[in-house]
């Protein structure tokens, strides 16, 4: 069975559907398998930041029944970058050798993190810095994570989003409207083209393919034409004006947050060619929501695979999904590259043969 190993897992940034499968998988194969003690991080690194360490030991009963539940029962943060954190009079301070000390205060053998290309890219330098030994795994509802054909907490956006399609068909239908929906996508749009096809939308705007007012207002006259009284835009939240204006509102603490596209998109197409227009914003629902059954099958493969490269003694790795098994890449590589939505790709190919309207 091999010696004895204590290790901790996180999550760390945006939560998503699925992170609680993660852990529950990790600490059955942890346990279960190799007789580990597993330690659950609370808030991401600011739990290794405290003095004594925030953590919770991880038992097969305390991991029971969170297959199912949405967000992290061990807690997040997006805020605070450790290696200049804000503290109360205002300064900013390097805590990165705090975490390093939180990690070997715990006696760690191995840190599992849950995050996205940003918390991976911050986990990897702080395990360089401070010997920690560091497995990754990815997770974010953008499904922007390079080298992994999914990440934790996509599908069950996506489905969320086609839901809130399939809804809108009707009502849009009953009172002859554009129906707008706004959904999440910090610089992809990977969430907007998956949803949009399976939705039966009419239009998908992306940050990824520029697009023109007029050929947005083209297309809905085009269906008016046609005899079809409604249309349904999705549009993600990253995408800009036409004058290439990026949308957000400022909401304190330094932090800036995407939002308001589909008003903007609703008025212009009501200033241009007169169609009632509503907007619906998903925002947050995209995130807290049970977990779909794909997410929660690739949480467990990832978690049961994260666990075996800590055993095979395999570090500064993150579990992948490629071609329908996991595998494990270098951290580096991932963090090298952003895996936005390809313009030339499957997805922007099938909208286009399907005769959606993609702004270009």
């Known amino acids: 069975m091999g010696e004895t190993k204590r290790i901790g897992i996180l999550t760390s940034g945006g939560d998503c559907a699925g992170l609680n499968a993660v852990i529950r998988a990790v600490t059955h194969r942890a346990v279960a398998t190799y007789n580990w003690e597993v330690l659950g991080i609370c808030r991401a690194t600011q739990g290794l930041m405290q003095n004594p360490p925030q953590a919770i030991n991880l038992t097969l009963d305390k991991v029971d029944r969170i297959l199912t539940m949405g ?10 970058d450790p290696f200049a954190f804000p503290m109360p009079d205002g300064t900013l301070c390097d805590r990165s050798a705090d975490i390093a000390d939180g990690y070997h205060q715990l006696g760690l053998d191995a840190l599992i993190g849950i995050g996205g290309d940003g918390s991976l890219a911050i986990l990897r330098k702080l395990a360089q810095q401070g010997g920690m030994k560091l497995v990754g795994i990815p997770k974010t509802i953008d499904n922007d994570v390079a080298i992994t054909e999914r990440s934790i907490g996509f599908d069950t ?21 554009v129906m707008i929906l706004e959904v999440m996508g910090r610089d992809a749009g990977h969430i907007a083209i998956s949803a949009g096809i399976a939705g039966g939308a009419d239009v998908i705007l992306i940050p990824e393919i520029p697009y023109t007012l007029n050929n947005v207002c083209h297309k809905i006259k085009q269906l008016q034409e046609q005899g079809r009284n409604f249309c349904l835009i999705v549009v993600s939240e990253a995408v800009r004006t036409a004058s290439g204006e990026v949308l957000q509102s400022n909401v304190g603490f330094g932090e800036c947050r995407l939002g308001g596209i589909g008003q903007y998109l609703a008025q212009e197409i ?20 049970t977990p779909s059954p794909l997410d929660r099958l690739i949480a467990s493969a990832f978690g049961v695979a994260a666990v075996d490269l800590i055993a095979n003694e395999q570090y500064d790795r ?3 999904w490629q071609y329908r098994q996991v595998v494990s890449v270098p951290i580096e590589e991932t963090i090298k590259h952003y895996q936005a939505v390809n313009p030339n790709g499957t997805l922007v190919r099938t909208a286009r043969g399907l005769g959606i309207c993609l702004g270009d």
């Open 157 to 177: 956006a996506v489905n969320i989003a086609t839901e809130a399609l399939d809804r809108l068909h009707f009502t849009a239908a009953s009172h002859d409207r």
């Open 318 to 320: 993150m579990v992948t």
């Open 270 to 289: 009501c200033n241009s060619i007169g169609a009632e227009t509503r907007v619906t914003v998903l925002g947050h629902t995209q995130r807290g929501a």
């Open 71 to 80: 967000g992290t029962m061990l807690g997040t943060t997006n805020k605070g």
